[in-house]
């Protein structure tokens, strides 16, 4: 048993740091602009692609909370609206919170799977299984 020990302790130093930590998840952040009454989200796509979510959802979330049209184009989101990027970003870790990390672990490799008609965000890590609130 005390062999185990030994074994289990000198495994255990030899892992690396970034391994060894919980929160190896790095919040994305917009990055925005206003140009009139309008706000534009220049990095859009590549925050959701990093979320591992469909662009579509993020901007319909966006779109409710903001009480604003958005369209997106090329990559970009048009909200018709002035947000500053405190704002956003507080919408956008709202929205992580809600749709991205796993209710029973908090880690973020989940993914939305569809069973007799309910969406469940499913967990790759630890086989976590939740209801999705729909976007109305």
């Given amino acids: 048993m005390e062999d185990y020990e030994k074994m289990l302790k000198k495994v255990q130093k030899?892992?690396?740091d970034e391994?060894?930590?919980s929160t190896r998840f790095k919040m994305p952040k917009f990055d925005s602009h206003i140009q009139g009454?309008?706000?534009f989200i220049k990095n859009f796509k590549n925050v959701a692609d990093k979320l591992r979510r469909d662009p579509d959802h993020l901007m319909k979330y966006l779109a409710k909370e903001c009480g604003v049209p958005a369209e997106m184009k090329n990559g970009r989101l048009l909200l018709k609206g002035k947000f500053r990027q405190r704002?956003?970003?507080k919408e956008l870790k709202m929205y992580v919170n809600?749709?991205?990390?796993?209710k029973e672990c908090g880690k973020p490799d989940t993914k939305f799977t569809?069973?007799?008609g309910v969406t469940y965000m499913r967990c790759e890590s630890c086989g976590g299984r939740s209801?999705?609130?729909p976007i109305k």
Avoid: A, R
Wanted: proline share 9%; glycine share 0%.
């Fill in 87 to 89: 704002k956003l970003n």
């Fill in 131 to 133: 209801p999705v609130k």
């Fill in 14 to 16: 030899d892992v690396p």
């Fill in 98 to 102: 809600e749709y991205v990390l796993c």
């Fill in 37 to 39: 009454k309008k706000t």
């Fill in 19 to 21: 391994v060894s930590k």
């Fill in 114 to 116: 569809t069973q007799k």
